[in-house]
């Protein structure tokens, strides 16, 4: 079937999450490597990103340490991501599927922030859809009903299966996306891409590549 619609998760598909973990060390006082090292060891071992933070700063609780955050450094970027964390592939690899007659949607988990922060980015893409704005988080199967609907305003009567999911995790990405009825792209960067392209349900996505350039390479093939 066609893909019509390609779907972006955010962080490390489109944002570059190494200042925002580097802020997070920062914080905390921990050097980079330490930081960094650990976090990604955890992950490896098959762990969570938050047992990872747990590991390194004992009774770490995300809202509340975000609320206390927020309060001592209101202006700050925090947590957040801007401009400057976008991938150097987004802008052209997005220009190139756009010239190819493709909708273009980002879906993903993130605050609220993050949709602001995306639209000020004017990346021409057709939808964004946050996860936090939605009530419901990938790897639900809500959030992919989510997902169609949003793809469906830029190309009415779409069905799941004209539509590209494409992400750096397989169980919250790849997985969930193939359950809905999607295609599913695995993205190999990021602490979790290079992790999950090594597990065995990464042999379930359509492809596993290593920018969006391959990206939009890949979907030209498909035709």
Known sequence: MTIRTVVFDVGETLVDETRIFARW??????????FFGTIGGVIASGGTLTEGFRLLVPGFDLARESARWRAEDPGGEREHFGVRDLYPD??????TMRDAGLS?????????EAGPALAAMDLGVDGIGISDDWG????????????VELAG?????ITPG???YVGDRVDNDVVPALKAGMRAVLLRRGIYGYRHSAMDDAARADAVLDDLYQLAAW?????
């Open 25 to 34: 060390a920062d914080r905390f006082g921990i050097p980079h490597m330490a």
């Open 90 to 95: 987004v802008r052209p690899a997005f220009a």
């Open 136 to 147: 419901v988080a990938k790897p639900a199967p809500e959030f992919f009903d989510r997902v």
């Open 104 to 112: 273009l949607v980002v879906a993903g988990n993130q605050p609220p």
């Open 153 to 157: 305003r830029s190309r009415p009567g």
């Open 219 to 223: 979907i030209a093939a498909q035709d």
């Open 162 to 164: 004209e539509i590209l």
